[in-house]
């Protein structure tokens, strides 16, 4: 009985760790940046396949959801990720499932030659010059990944980052502390001033 209850102890508090961390980082090196224009950048996953995977289907519809309730015709949503294995590039295939399957009507840009995050980044930066808000859809690790090389290759357009809904309470939560650990690998390169709350 004592086994089964610290079993159960040790569950709730590795979900509830994964919660926390994936909370924690969709609120990293982001502000409260105003204006009227807005970019949201999605950040494709490996897809060798003809269609989306889960993954970047998931990707695409945090992109989408986003999207600011005052800014869904003047928001540009950019679709970041070349072609794995030489098939069709993850950006397309994002596009696709965005306006065939959740009927997306608005402004879509693609890029379609980023195979690493750091080249997603590099990328769309030319897509982002003229835009007062910043948002980077992904997972929260990644997206704060992505925040991070914004701030490095371009401080002046992080200056202009802004939370994406990347996080929701209750979502994915069983595999968020599997997330969680991944995250702390995929981050452990990121500077201790790059992984400050800022909100």
Do not use: C
Request: proline residues 3%; charged residues 25%; without cysteine.
């Amino acid at each position: 009985m004592r086994r089964r209850a610290g079993l159960a102890i040790a569950g709730v508090a590795a979900l509830a760790w994964g919660e926390w961390l994936n909370w924690r980082w969709s609120r990293v090196l982001v502000g409260n940046g105003g204006g009227a224009s807005e970019a949201v950048v999605v950040l494709g996953y490996r897809n060798p396949q003809a269609t989306a995977n889960l993954i970047n289907r998931w990707r695409v519809r945090t992109g989408i959801r986003s999207i600011s309730a005052d800014g869904a015709h003047g928001t540009r949503v950019i679709f970041s990720g070349g072609a794995a294995g030489g098939g069709t590039a993850e950006a397309q295939l994002m596009a696709d499932y965005a306006k065939s399957v959740l009927e997306f009507e608005g402004t879509v840009l693609l890029e379609d030659q980023s195979a690493t995050t750091w080249e997603n980044i590099t990328n769309v930066i030319p897509l982002l010059e003229d835009v007062d808000r910043i948002k980077i859809a992904s997972q929260p690790a990644h997206a704060l990944k992505a925040r991070a090389y914004l701030r490095r290759q371009r401080p002046d357009l992080a200056e202009r980052l802004v939370r994406a809904d990347d996080y929701r309470t209750g979502e994915w939560t069983v595999v968020k502390p599997l997330l969680a650990l991944y995250g702390l690998w995929t981050l452990r390169g990121l500077k201790a001033d790059e992984r400050k709350v800022s909100l």
